[in-house]
């Protein structure tokens, strides 16, 4: 067995404390300058942040464990192909900015299964999508990236940050995918072992060490620089603070938008009038929660997809997701879809993806020694295939059983689909009542809490959660211009010809590294 390669150079150790103090100080700053103690503070900026930060909050949202570990690692088992994925990025932020991020903040919501209740009514499609939209983090730990969006000042910078967003994503390529191939070559015997045996020795996992790849490049290779040029000291704890930088930037979106989901969107159906602190205390003890089964699923990700991080993430989001997409797409494009159109076809998708789901963790995918013994018709086909199917017969489904059931009229749908995203009309919510009144029992609630004095104890606490910040008392008025605010998707025409042409670099760009690296 290989000896461990510890961390114990002075200036290694210097830079990982100086990241986690800078971390501290960062965070801390954060506590006393921002409003936490409401939902809308606390989920969202209140639509204030520049394209800059909206940027780089989406790329680093993305670059976590599964890139430095995950892609680096695929990239030392199959090569230079796997840097496509990221490079579809930079298509898709465009199709983001452009098409979807519009409606939803004309549509006015929070999160995206919000979105679909207000486009769809009821409450079934909402809690669905929330529970399965958990069931992905705490399985493939992906991050509803449009949260981001939705903070942005206006479209211009909201465009502009997809745009810096794209940009950024051409980076993996070279230093991700490229390193993971670098290491295979200097570390065939351990990153590219295929007996079970000699696996399990090198990294503990019998399936595979190619997960290892970029930690074991910077564990092994960077000391080397130390003792060839006094200016590389430190170089390999710098490397570990960019992964470690990189993991907690996606964790943080992770729990950020899950405790989002479980708090406005399963919270509030199990509790009937949950108060501002009580939302808060439930958001933030879910976080807990969702660190526990995560880890406790960490066994099960080590031996799935050959023990591939990103080939699981991908495997499990082609088999839950086709669903989801379609009905997204086809709720903003296609305002005949109804409410059973797109509850059926995530059913019957769900019913299909967890079908495969479950039959390759039954058999297990196997490796080039153990071949699985899983039957072709269920798992011959690649995920990536199989995801086009799930996606075809779920928008099928969607719009057979819509077509063939009551519309829903326009009035119910202004601001919400694509032909109707310039209307000026007044919109009613399918479920306007029930809001109404949940709105009146709020209210009372936020009444009957301002009359409690809590004690000094409580004071403490309550600053320190961030609960004894109270959002500020406004006019009808400013209500009312408070959301005009958030649903404004006006532009300065100078800003929206700059920003549309840089969209189309960027998809120039996009198509160019396609075909030179193909």
């Known amino acids: 067995m290989e000896s461990t390669v510890r961390i114990n150079n002075a200036a290694d150790i210097s830079v990982i404390v100086i990241y986690f103090l800078v971390v501290l100080a960062v965070g801390l700053w954060a506590m006393f300058s921002t409003n936490r103690g409401t939902v809308g503070g606390f989920f969202l ?8 930060p909206i940027g780089a909050s989406l790329f680093a949202s993305n670059i976590g464990s599964g890139h430095f570990v995950g892609i680096a690692g695929t990239a030392a088992s199959g090569g230079i192909a796997i840097g496509g994925y990221e490079w579809n990025a930079l298509i898709f932020v465009v199709v983001l900015g452009w098409l979807f991020v519009p409606i939803y903040i004309r549509a006015g919501v929070v999160t995206m299964p919000e979105y679909l209740k207000k486009r769809f009514g009821g409450k079934r499609i909402q809690i669905y999508l929330s529970v399965l939209s958990l069931i992905l983090y705490i399985f493939t730990k992906i991050s509803v990236i449009v949260q ?31 390193p993971g191939m670098i290491s295979r070559i200097l570390y065939t015997d351990v990153v590219a072992c295929v007996v079970p045996e000699i696996c399990q020795e090198s990294c503990g996992t019998a399936v595979g060490c190619t997960n290892i790849a970029y930690p074991k490049l910077v564990v092994e290779l960077m000391p080397r620089a130390q003792f060839t040029c006094l200016c590389a000291a430190g170089l390999r704890g710098l490397m570990l603070s960019v992964m470690l930088a990189s993991l907690m930037s996606s964790l943080t979106s992770i729990f950020n938008s899950a405790s989002t989901l479980f708090t406005m969107d399963i919270y509030t159906k199990i509790r009937a009038r949950p108060s501002e602190k009580e939302l808060m205390l439930a958001g933030r003890a879910f976080m807990v929660l969702l ?43 296609c305002k005949r879809v109804n409410e059973p159109g797109a509850f059926w076809g995530l059913v019957v998708g769900l019913l299909v993806g967890l079908s495969r789901m479950i039959a390759e963790f039954a058999y297990g995918t196997g490796s080039c020694v153990t071949p699985s013994k899983c039957p072709f018709i269920i798992c011959g086909i690649h995920y990536l295939y199989f995801a086009i199917i799930l996606f ?21 749908l202004y601001r919400l689909c694509w032909s109707l995203r310039n209307s000026k009309e007044e919109r009613i919510d399918l479920d306007a009542d029930e ?7 709020k209210d009372e609630e936020s009444v009957h809490e301002e009359r409690e004095e809590p004690g000094c104890f409580k ?50 760009v996009a198509v160019f590294c396609h075909a030179f690296f193909a």
């Open 45 to 52: 900026a209140g639509r204030s942040m520049v394209w800059w």
């Open 291 to 333: 660190i526990g089964i995560s880890i406790a699923w960490v066994p099960v990700v080590q031996s799935a997809q050959s023990g591939q991080l990103f080939d699981y993430i991908q495997s499990v989001t082609s088999y839950l997701g086709p669903p989801i997409a379609a009905v997204f797409l086809l709720a903003i494009f």
């Open 148 to 178: 981001r969006c939705l903070s942005g000042k206006n479209m211009s910078h909201v465009k502009a940050g997809c745009i810096m967003c794209g940009y950024l994503k051409l980076l993996p390529m070279f230093i991700i995918v490229m």
């Open 392 to 412: 075809g017969v779920s928008a099928i489904v969607i719009l057979a059983v819509s077509f063939m059931t009551k519309p829903i009229p326009d009035v119910h």
């Open 459 to 508: 004071k403490v606490y309550n600053w320190f959660c961030g609960l004894d910040q109270q959002a500020p008392k406004l006019s009808k008025e400013e209500e009312e211009a408070l959301k005009k605010k958030l649903t404004d998707t006006s532009e300065v025409p100078l800003w929206r010809n700059v920003v549309n042409i840089n969209g189309i670099i960027l998809l120039t």
């Open 435 to 441: 809001e109404e009144i949940k709105a009146d029992e």
